[in-house]
């Protein structure tokens, strides 16, 4: 084992301590030229990075589901039994009212036709006959050139001729009816929505040749939970979203209360129509919402401002040329713009950082002039 003399291990020891000392000394001036520099440091912010937060009108109430349907559609079917001819129309084609959508075989309904107007025609010319008999027999019994039996005789043929003419006619308008059931025309304004038949399906009395709609009457069908349904009167304001319609918002009042509720869910139809000029042209898609039942006013923040961490809430808030770090508590959130009721934290008129990054610093300076940045001069 080596042994070295004090003096030796004291030398060693006081240059260590030397050593340590300098180290910290140039951690401690790089931790000064660090924070200086993070305290120096500008961040440059745009006017649409900022919000400011006020008081508005936090809508609560019944919750609302259901799917988009026109209030206006038709499910054309045959209404004799034939073989399909021609379909004039396709899927997503706009009509217009009276338009020939499917033309149906009607070779044996016009023979049918013909045949009833042969014996209307023939009805009439009997009738005609029996008429002027019934006439001159009637001039004859009075002057006594013919029986009484006679003129009845006459009276009776008469009658029955005129009911077979009635007969007749009845047949031609029902053969001209189903004459007409063979062009199957479009009964409003709208568009086609759903094609049943081809060329050459053979249609039975009953079956669905074509569905036309019309997307100017489109309504939301929602769904309320029956224990809800209280606080739901006709004319309440309703906010919700279409899927399909991303990011896009539709509003609505409500029209109808459905009076029974469904037997197997237990929830009540709500019919609500759509305010404004802007309707989806789509049919089936779902929707949900909220029934604006009451209305209270609160601060409200958007979603966009909010850092959530763990169970804690914050916001960014702008003052004084500096960015701070503000705890919040938050209350329920508005489906119709997604923003939530602040409970505390923030007051009205704040100026709060959207969308804030995770490199930002309590106290750190900020730029809102909105200044272009000059060019650095080359060289220096």
Same mark, same amino acid.
């Given at each position: 084992?080596?042994?070295?003399?004090?003096?030796?291990?004291?030398?060693?020891?006081?240059?260590?301590?030397?050593?340590?000392?300098?180290?910290?000394?140039?951690?401690?001036?790089?931790?000064?030229?660090?924070?200086?520099?993070?305290?120096?440091?500008?961040?440059?912010?745009?006017?649409?990075?900022?919000?400011?937060?006020?008081?508005?009108?936090?809508?609560?109430?019944?919750?609302?589901?259901?799917?988009?349907?026109?209030?206006?559609?038709?499910?054309?079917?045959?209404?004799?039994?034939?073989?399909?001819?021609?379909?004039?129309?396709?899927?997503?084609?706009?009509?217009?009212?009276?338009?020939?959508?499917?033309?149906?075989?009607?070779?044996?309904?016009?023979?049918?036709?013909?045949?009833?107007?042969?014996?209307?025609?023939?009805?009439?010319?009997?009738?005609?006959?029996?008429?002027?008999?019934?006439?001159?027999?009637?001039?004859?019994?009075?002057?006594?050139?013919?029986?009484?039996?006679?003129?009845?005789?006459?009276?009776?043929?008469?009658?029955?001729?005129?009911?077979?003419?009635?007969?007749?006619?009845?047949?031609?308008?029902?053969?001209?009816?189903?004459?007409?059931?063979?062009?199957?025309?479009?009964?409003?304004?709208?568009?086609?929505?759903?094609?049943?038949?081809? +060329? @050459?399906? $053979?249609? #039975?009395?009953?079956?669905?040749?074509? !569905?036309? =709609?019309? *997307?100017?009457?489109?309504?939301?069908?929602?769904?309320?939970?029956?224990?809800?349904?209280?606080?739901?009167?006709?004319?309440?304001?309703?906010?919700?979203?279409? +899927? @399909?319609? $991303?990011? #896009?918002?539709?509003?609505?009042?409500? !029209?109808? =209360?459905? *009076?029974?509720?469904?037997?197997?869910?237990?929830?009540?139809?709500?019919?609500?129509?759509?305010?404004?000029?802007?309707?989806?042209?789509?049919?089936?898609?779902?929707?949900?919402?909220?029934?604006?039942?009451?209305?209270?006013?609160?601060?409200? =923040?958007?979603?966009?401002?909010?850092?959530?961490?763990?169970?804690?809430?914050?916001?960014?808030?702008?003052?004084?040329?500096?960015?701070?770090?503000?705890?919040?508590?938050?209350?329920?959130?508005?489906?119709?713009?997604?923003?939530?009721?602040?409970?505390?934290?923030?007051?009205?008129?704040?100026?709060?950082?959207?969308?804030?990054?995770?490199?930002?610093?309590?106290?750190?300076?900020?730029?809102?002039?909105?200044?272009?940045?000059?060019?650095?001069?080359?060289?220096?």
């Amino acid at each position: 084992m080596l042994r070295y003399p004090l003096s030796t291990l004291l030398l060693v020891s006081t240059l260590a301590l030397a050593v340590s000392m300098t180290l910290t000394g140039c951690n401690n001036a790089s931790s000064k030229v660090d924070k200086n520099a993070a305290a120096t440091e500008i961040l440059l912010i745009a006017p649409e990075d900022t919000t400011t937060i006020h008081s508005n009108a936090f809508a609560s109430g019944p919750s609302i589901t259901g799917a988009i349907q026109p209030e206006k559609k038709a499910d054309l079917r045959a209404e004799i039994s034939s073989v399909v001819l021609q379909v004039l129309k396709e899927n997503g084609e706009k009509v217009q009212k009276g338009d020939l959508l499917v033309r149906l075989d009607d070779t044996s309904i016009r023979d049918s036709l013909n045949s009833a107007q042969e014996s209307e025609r023939a009805a009439s010319q009997s009738l005609e006959q029996a008429q002027r008999q019934y006439e001159r027999l009637k001039t004859l019994r009075a002057s006594g050139m013919a029986s009484a039996q006679q003129l009845e005789d006459a009276e009776i043929k008469r009658n029955n001729n005129l009911s077979d003419l009635s007969a007749a006619k009845t047949r031609t308008v029902q053969a001209r009816q189903q004459l007409q059931r063979t062009e199957i025309r479009a009964p409003f304004d709208g568009i086609v929505s759903e094609r049943k038949v081809s +060329n @050459g399906d $053979t249609a #039975q009395i009953g079956k669905e040749l074509i !569905k036309v =709609i019309d *997307p100017a009457s489109m309504r939301f069908e929602g769904l309320v939970s029956a224990d809800m349904v209280s606080q739901v009167n006709v004319g309440q304001n309703v906010s919700f979203r279409i +899927n @399909g319609y $991303t990011g #896009q918002s539709f509003n609505g009042t409500v !029209k109808r =209360i459905n *009076p029974e509720a469904n037997p197997v869910t237990r929830q009540v139809e709500v019919l609500v129509s759509f305010k404004g000029s802007t309707l989806p042209m789509v049919s089936g898609l779902y929707a949900e919402g909220q029934i604006e039942a009451a209305s209270v006013a609160t601060l409200m =923040i958007p979603d966009a401002t909010v850092v959530h961490s763990g169970d804690k809430t914050s916001a960014w808030k702008i003052k004084d040329g500096a960015i701070h770090k503000i705890d919040i508590a938050l209350g329920a959130r508005d489906q119709r713009r997604g923003d939530y009721a602040v409970k505390s934290g923030l007051t009205d008129g704040d100026v709060l950082l959207r969308n804030p990054g995770t490199t930002l610093k309590d106290g750190q300076k900020v730029d809102t002039s909105n200044k272009p940045v000059a060019a650095a001069v080359k060289g220096k």
